[in-house]
C-alpha cells in the first residue's frame, strides 16, 4: 500500500473543462506539496499546503488540504491544453527532507 | 543557467553493461537526491546526500547501485551488470539546507537521465 494514494490514474477532458484530482492517506501529514510534471522534464513544484483546511489558489488552481491533513485535492478550472502533464502529491519527512511522491494523475487536455 | 543539471540525458545499454549518471546541482543546495521513475509512475527514492555524506538509502537500492558524492558538489549514480528492470528515468533533485532562511522544503528536479536496457 502507498503511503499517498493518487486518483484517478489518468484524467482526459476537453478545453474548457473542469477536473479534480485527489491525493489521500491514512497518515497525518505535517505538510503537503503538489508537483507537475511534463514529459520528458523533472517535476516542478506548485504550492505546499501546511495548515488542515487550507485552500491556495494559483490562477486557475485550487488546492485544498483537509481538515484531518490526511488528503488533498487539486482542481482546475477551464483547463487548457497547457495544464497537461503528471499532477503529483508529494510529503516531506521532515528528517532529511525526503519526499515521498504518490503515483501520480495523468491529465490530458484535448484542444 | 543555475539549475540542476544532469548527464547524459538518455542512455541505452545492453544487459549486463555498467552505466553512470552525473548530476550537478544548484550551487548552493547542500543537499541532493536520487529518485528513480518508471513510466507513469511517481518518482521513489533512491538515496539522498547532505554535503558529502550519504545520509539514506532506499531497500530499492540494491548492491548493484553506487551513488556517491565525494566532495558535496556533483554526483555520480553507477549501475553495474543492468538487468532490463533498470530501465527507468533516473531523477536526481537538490535542496538548500534544512531550516535555513531559503528552505521551503521544496526539491528541485532536473530533467532525469533515461536508461534503456535491452
Known amino acids: 500500500t502507498q503511503l499517498l494514494e493518487q486518483s484517478p490514474q489518468f484524467l482526459s477532458i476537453q478545453e474548457g473543462e473542469n477536473l479534480t484530482v485527489y491525493c489521500n492517506s491514512s497518515s497525518v501529514f505535517s505538510s503537503l506539496q503538489w508537483y507537475r510534471q511534463e514529459p520528458g522534464e523533472g517535476p516542478v513544484l506548485l504550492v505546499t499546503?501546511?495548515?488542515?483546511?487550507e485552500v491556495k489558489k494559483l490562477k486557475r488552481l485550487t488546492f485544498q488540504f483537509g481538515d484531518a491533513r490526511k488528503d488533498s485535492s487539486l482542481h482546475i478550472t477551464a483547463a487548457q491544453p497547457g495544464d497537461t502533464g503528471l499532477y503529483l502529491c508529494a510529503t516531506l519527512k521532515a528528517a532529511g527532507n525526503k519526499l515521498t511522491f504518490g503515483g501520480g494523475t495523468r491529465v490530458l487536455v484535448k484542444p | 543557467d543555475t539549475g540542476v543539471s544532469q548527464d547524459p540525458r538518455h542512455k541505452i545499454t545492453k544487459r549486463g553493461q555498467n552505466v553512470t549518471f552525473r548530476c550537478d546541482p544548484i550551487?548552493?543546495?547542500?543537499?541532493l537526491y536520487w529518485y528513480r521513475q518508471t513510466l507513469g509512475q511517481g518518482p521513489e527514492f533512491l538515496t539522498y546526500?547532505?554535503?558529502?555524506?550519504?545520509?539514506?538509502k532506499s531497500r530499492l537500492l540494491s548492491d548493484r547501485f553506487s551513488a556517491e558524492r565525494p566532495k558535496g558538489s556533483f554526483s555520480t549514480l553507477e549501475i553495474q551488470r543492468t538487468e532490463q528492470g533498470d530501465s527507468a528515468m533516473y531523477l536526481c533533485?537538490?535542496?538548500?539546507?534544512?531550516?535555513?532562511?531559503?528552505?521551503?522544503?521544496?526539491?528541485?528536479f532536473g530533467e532525469g537521465s533515461r536508461l534503456t536496457v535491452l
Open positions: 546526500f547532505q554535503n558529502e555524506a550519504q545520509l539514506e
Open positions: 499546503v501546511v495548515t488542515g483546511g
Open positions: 533533485a537538490s535542496s538548500s539546507p534544512p531550516g535555513g532562511e531559503w528552505n521551503t522544503g521544496e526539491l528541485f
Open positions: 550551487s548552493e543546495h547542500n543537499r
